[in-house]
């Protein structure tokens, strides 16, 4: 099958379009015929070599999301059959074919981009707000809320009841408008911005975006409690949560899935490209200022 590797870590120029032997499912697993594979910042990091102990055995197939037809169900799977369209977290997605074991069906009306770009972000925004305990009358900070976790964790904040005050670049501002929230632009002078924003204070926060902003949300928020990142190294030093990881999400993915079907949760697509741009991609997302999910395209 065609596949993106690389054998060794360093920049985007190790990854290479090439052949690679066809995974099959095995127990518990379904093999996608991958539509549409997400590029997530996790992806260049490992290539790079900064997480060693994550890395799997050279050659590697990076990719961790995607969404795909079911071609293959290994022995144990349930309520999914060849011939259905899924979403969900895959091994080694930058492939004509990868297995999964934790995804939803994806619904008619949601396009392959989204439903690629949907599992992680949705996935991450429910598992923070939990933590957090977010209802009804509550006002949420969120930092880095015009990226693509960012954005769903507003959205999702709002449809819970909750006021969200969200930080972003001013070229961003009226984006969070449209998704509910109150923009603040990041930076010196950040708390004051917030304070006037939130009068009445700020509940919780939840960074996305891991600038440097855990020290002004303690002081808004008088302490540590109710503040979670997924970003920011600091978290330990500063008595922070941070949360890095979750329980399988297959289950409740397409209930989000028809959300976003329905435009009712929207995800910027910044880029879909053929799977050969695999290193272009990679590229756009290293920057961090890419403004929405980078996609390839593994087939139509």
Do not use: C
Not at 90 to 108: H, M, N, R, S
Not at 151 to 177: C, E, F, K, M
Not at 205 to 226: F, H, K, M, N, W
């Amino acid at each position: 099958m065609k596949a993106i590797t690389y054998t060794t870590h360093g920049g985007p120029e190790v990854l290479n379009l090439g052949e690679a032997p066809e995974p099959h499912a095995g127990p518990g697993q379904v093999r996608l015929k991958v539509v549409a594979a997400a590029v997530n910042p996790l992806d260049h990091k490992i290539r790079n070599g900064w997480f060693p102990q994550m890395t799997p055995p050279f050659p590697v197939i990076p990719g961790l999301e995607a969404a795909g037809i079911v071609d293959e169900v290994g022995e144990g799977v349930t309520g999914v059959k060849a011939g259905d369209e899924v979403l969900g977290w895959v091994t080694a997605g930058y492939a004509e074919y990868a297995l999964a074991t934790d995804f939803a069906l994806k619904p008619a009306g949601l396009d392959w981009d989204t439903a690629a770009a949907l599992p992680t972000a949705v996935e991450t925004s429910v598992r923070v707000l939990d933590l957090l305990g977010v209802e009804d009358g509550d006002t949420v900070l969120i930092h880095g809320a015009a990226g693509v976790v960012g954005a769903v964790g507003v959205q999702l904040a709002v449809a819970r009841g909750a006021t969200v005050i969200g930080t972003a670049s001013p070229a961003n501002h009226d984006y969070l408008r449209s998704l509910g929230a109150t923009p603040v632009a990041y930076g010196e002078g950040l708390g004051d911005r917030v304070r006037a924003a939130a009068p009445h204070g700020v509940d919780a926060v939840y960074d996305a975006a891991g600038q440097g902003d855990l020290p002004v949300s303690i002081e808004l928020r008088g302490g540590t409690d109710r503040i979670v990142t997924i970003a920011d190294p600091a978290a330990a030093d500063l008595g922070v949560v941070f949360t890095g990881g979750g329980a399988p999400f297959g289950a409740r993915l397409g209930e989000y899935a028809r959300q976003a079907a329905d435009g009712e949760l929207r995800v910027r697509i910044a880029a879909s490209l053929p799977l050969a741009d695999a290193a272009k991609a990679q590229e756009l997302v290293e920057t961090g200022h890419v403004q929405g999910k980078v996609v390839l395209r593994a087939a139509e």
